[in-house]
């Protein structure tokens, strides 16, 4: 339903072009989950950012990028040429493509009561009255578990709690019926309890509405129970992705390697952490070669930071973008 | 809400209890007092001596023996219970024929001036924010930089000078001479509508530069939040949720300094009137503190500090509304 190509972001800053996306490619697809792994600054947001064209005025797409949806009507759309004020973009925000983020309490504007924003993107996009979007509203915030919904609808997003500003964020975003949600990072600021309860409440709507989604992550563990595929994003380019199963039981990347090592276990009690080696550089100091060889423990001297590996597809569900597994390339340079 | 109005009520009646008290006690800080006056004008010159039993009779004529707590209660009495400001000793009349035309001058020229400020500032401000770094928003900046470096009296000067090039019009007062005694109606109305847009616009002149930038720095913030991407995400469209969620919180600074704005206009409107020969309070104020003419001074000061306190209140009544947060306590 949403399938992206060769799609490369960059910024005109001060201090010059920095790109800290390249060349990504993923699809989602339908009713299913895509999860997104990578640290901090990998550009996972950035990328998702660019599906609603919700990026900033210096960013630009490449001209080689791709972004295409097939909306809920069976239309094809072609997200990245899309104008900026085009009645098109306005009905994908929100109606067909959702989105959630890490601070609810952010998300939220103070001045409008929790009902007053979802009413208004209810009425957005469903065209009914201020009664049935109401109603509408009412039904989603019961739907998520927020108890009492009849009263909490009039309230701020300051008079909640961390984990029912999470529930309420989540109904806002669902509230217009989108197809797709883009969670980014929707339970990085909850503790485990409450994480636990928000994944549980995300999975059973994505069953009930038949929804796909697209979940953004630092945390393997969340991606292990949510999501059906994954992308592992280091320094702006996906270098191994496949179904989560098979990526997480036998990872190619000594990338993907390094942060499961880093999951501490319950067997390991007694050892340190094993954290991966090294700090992400910063997008303007991107190394040459492949963006990784800089922390990989397995980087070959004279071709990992000469040339960026392709990506190679190794099985049925899964690639990676490394040289280790690219044998050929690797005889022919 | 409403408890926060009664609340801000109840706070304004104490402000201007203790400010009545103040402006009284300042009434009574220069040496001297109306008798002292009166008996130098009367019989100066004439060759009459006069001794302190002539002046002390003044005194009692007018009202002036009793003892100053005594006087304080008689003053704010009637004020506050028949809306009787006391005696304008030099003109021989109350004050409330003295001041009563000039009051409703000087707040049509304070509230024209205010709307002038904002209507203007606030959608530049935004304007300038969102295109924050364009040609435009440099042009915007240069000019309020200009606005805020000019002083208004030269400004007075040169509008003056040009509306009478340009218009031909006789611009200088607030209503062309054959409506100046003439009875309110509509053409003298719109006669004053006229004229006053000119000093309205000298005294806006530097609060509009300076809120252009407040509102341009304070709309940037908000932009940036993440409450303004989230609505967007859901499809707002541009134009609306500039309005209902940036500019609303962004518009926070600019409402609450409407009482600064508010003094900053009277303190300079005396000097923009006696450029633009217009009748206001301010001139009065000063000839009657020269004539030791207190309850002229005293319901001056009271009318004006009045209006700020209760500009004020308005305020803060608006930025309960636009935060709600505020009247939570939160």
Wanted: proline share 5%; with cysteine.
């Amino acid at each position: 339903m949403l399938s992206v190509k060769n799609l490369s972001i960059s910024f005109d800053t001060d201090e010059g072009r920095i790109t800290p996306v390249r060349d990504v490619s993923f699809f989602v697809p339908q009713g299913k989950t895509l999860g997104i792994v990578g640290e901090s600054g990998s550009g996972k947001s950035v990328s998702t950012k660019a599906l609603m064209r919700l990026l900033p005025g210096n960013a630009k797409l490449s001209p080689e990028s791709e972004i295409l949806y097939r909306t809920k009507t069976g239309h094809e759309l072609a997200i990245h040429s899309l104008k900026p004020s085009s009645r098109e973009l306005g009905r994908l925000r929100g109606g067909e493509i959702g989105m959630i983020f890490q601070e609810p309490m952010a998300s939220f504007s103070p001045v409008y009561s929790v009902g007053n924003q979802m009413m208004e993107a209810i009425r957005l996009h469903r065209g009914v009255g201020k009664g049935e979007a109401r109603a509408i509203a009412l039904d989603m915030l019961n739907r998520v578990g927020i108890s009492n919904a009849a009263h909490r609808i009039d309230q701020y997003s300051h008079e909640m709690s961390g984990g029912m500003r999470q529930r309420a964020m989540i109904a806002l975003a669902l509230s217009a019926g989108p197809a797709l949600l883009i969670a980014d990072e929707p339970t990085t600021a909850l503790d485990v309890t409450i994480q636990a309860q928000v994944l549980e409440l995300m999975r059973e709507l994505q069953q009930d509405l038949g929804m796909s989604m697209i979940f953004i992550t630092h945390d393997l563990g969340v991606i292990a129970q949510i999501a059906d595929e994954v992308a592992v994003m280091y320094l702006g380019t996906i270098v191994e992705r496949g179904a989560t199963r098979d990526v997480l039981r036998a990872p190619k990347h000594p990338y993907t390697q390094g942060l499961l090592k880093a999951i501490p276990s319950i067997n390991t009690l007694q050892q340190r952490l094993n954290p991966v080696p090294g700090d992400i550089p910063s997008p303007s100091e991107r190394p040459s070669g492949c963006p990784f060889h800089t922390r990989c423990p397995d980087a070959i001297a004279g071709v990992c930071d000469r040339k960026p590996p392709r990506e190679i597809a190794v099985s049925q569900t899964s690639a990676v973008r490394c040289w280790l597994h690219d044998q050929d390339a690797r005889n022919a340079a | 809400m409403l408890r926060f109005v009664l609340e801000r009520l109840v706070g304004m009646a104490i402000t201007m209890l203790l400010v009545s008290m103040m402006v009284f006690v300042i009434m009574e800080l220069p040496p001297g007092d109306y008798a002292d006056r009166y008996a130098f004008r009367k019989y100066s010159g004439t060759g009459v001596s006069v001794t302190e039993a002539d002046v002390q009779a003044i005194r009692v004529e007018l009202g002036l023996d009793q003892p100053m707590v005594v006087r304080y209660f008689d003053w704010i009495g009637g004020i506050v219970l028949h809306g009787d400001f006391g005696q304008a000793f030099a003109f021989e009349t109350s004050v409330v024929n003295v001041i009563g035309d000039k009051v409703w001058l000087t707040l049509a020229i304070l509230f024209t001036t205010l709307i002038i400020t904002y209507v203007i500032s606030i959608p530049i401000g935004i304007y300038a924010a969102v295109k924050r770094g364009s040609a435009a928003d440099y042009g915007l900046t240069i000019f309020s930089y200009l606005g805020l470096a000019l002083p208004n009296f030269l400004l007075a000067l040169i509008l003056l000078y040009f509306a009478n090039r340009w218009f031909e019009a006789d611009i200088g007062g607030l209503f062309s001479s054959q409506y100046k005694d003439a009875p309110w109606s509509l053409a003298k109305l719109w006669d004053l509508v006229a004229h006053l847009w000119l000093p309205a616009v000298v005294l806006a002149w530097s609060a509009v530069a300076y809120q252009i930038q407040t509102m341009r720095a304070t709309m940037s913030d908000e932009l940036n939040r993440l409450s303004v991407t989230a609505a967007r995400a859901r499809g707002v469209p541009e134009g609306k949720l500039l309005w209902k969620y940036p500019a609303r919180l962004a518009i926070n600074p600019v409402v609450s300094t409407i009482g600064f704005d508010v003094n900053r206009i009277f303190s300079e409107l005396p000097i923009v009137a006696a450029v633009l020969g217009l009748t206001e309070l301010g001139e009065l104020l000063l000839r009657a503190y020269l004539d030791l003419d207190m309850y002229v001074a005293g319901a001056i000061l009271l009318l004006l500090t009045f209006i700020i306190v209760f500009m004020n209140f308005i305020s803060d009544i608006l930025l309960a509304w636009l935060d709600p947060r505020i009247k939570l306590g939160a």
